[in-house]
Protein backbone atom coordinates (compact mmCIF):
# COMPACT_ATOMS: atom_id res chain seq x y z
CA UNK A 1 0.00 0.00 0.00
CA UNK A 2 0.88 3.22 -0.61
CA UNK A 3 0.91 6.56 2.06
CA UNK A 4 0.13 10.18 1.09
CA UNK A 5 1.90 12.45 3.40
CA UNK A 6 0.64 15.32 4.43
CA UNK A 7 3.21 17.69 5.48
CA UNK A 8 4.05 17.60 1.52
CA UNK A 9 0.46 17.13 -0.39
CA UNK A 10 -0.32 20.11 -2.06
CA UNK A 11 -3.74 19.20 -3.22
CA UNK A 12 -3.47 18.99 -6.71
CA UNK A 13 -5.52 16.12 -7.13
CA UNK A 14 -3.10 14.72 -9.89
CA UNK A 15 -3.02 11.18 -8.05
CA UNK A 16 -6.67 10.79 -7.29
CA UNK A 17 -6.78 11.17 -11.18
CA UNK A 18 -4.12 8.49 -12.11
CA UNK A 19 -5.54 5.60 -9.39
CA UNK A 20 -7.36 3.05 -11.39
CA UNK A 21 -8.79 1.47 -8.10
CA UNK A 22 -10.47 5.07 -6.63
CA UNK A 23 -8.33 4.70 -3.93
CA UNK A 24 -7.49 7.99 -2.76
CA UNK A 25 -10.01 10.11 -0.99
CA UNK A 26 -9.99 13.26 0.07
CA UNK A 27 -11.29 13.36 4.22
CA UNK A 28 -13.69 16.23 4.86
CA UNK A 29 -12.11 19.35 6.28
CA UNK A 30 -8.54 18.17 5.25
CA UNK A 31 -6.13 19.92 2.40
CA UNK A 32 -4.82 16.57 1.79
CA UNK A 33 -5.43 13.13 0.24
CA UNK A 34 -5.46 9.91 1.91
CA UNK A 35 -4.94 5.90 0.21
CA UNK A 36 -7.48 3.79 1.59
CA UNK A 37 -7.39 0.13 2.11
CA UNK A 38 -8.97 -0.45 -1.74
CA UNK A 39 -5.00 0.18 -3.08
CA UNK A 40 -3.60 -2.51 -4.98
CA UNK A 41 -0.30 -1.26 -4.80
CA UNK A 42 0.32 -0.22 -8.56
CA UNK A 43 2.45 3.13 -8.07
CA UNK A 44 0.47 5.18 -10.40
CA UNK A 45 -0.27 7.50 -8.06
CA UNK A 46 3.32 7.54 -6.62
CA UNK A 47 4.44 8.43 -10.12
CA UNK A 48 2.23 10.89 -10.46
CA UNK A 49 2.71 12.99 -7.67
CA UNK A 50 5.08 15.92 -8.97
CA UNK A 51 5.45 16.78 -4.71
CA UNK A 52 7.19 13.22 -3.56
CA UNK A 53 4.73 13.46 -1.41
CA UNK A 54 3.94 9.83 -2.02
CA UNK A 55 5.27 6.46 -0.84
CA UNK A 56 5.12 2.35 -0.66
CA UNK A 57 5.06 1.34 2.85
CA UNK A 58 7.71 -1.01 3.58
Known sequence: MHTI???ECQFCGA???ACPQEAI???DGKNYYEVT???I?????EAECGFNAISADD
Open 25 to 27: IHP
Open 5 to 7: NPD
Open 15 to 17: CQS
Open 41 to 45: DCGAC
Open 37 to 39: DDC
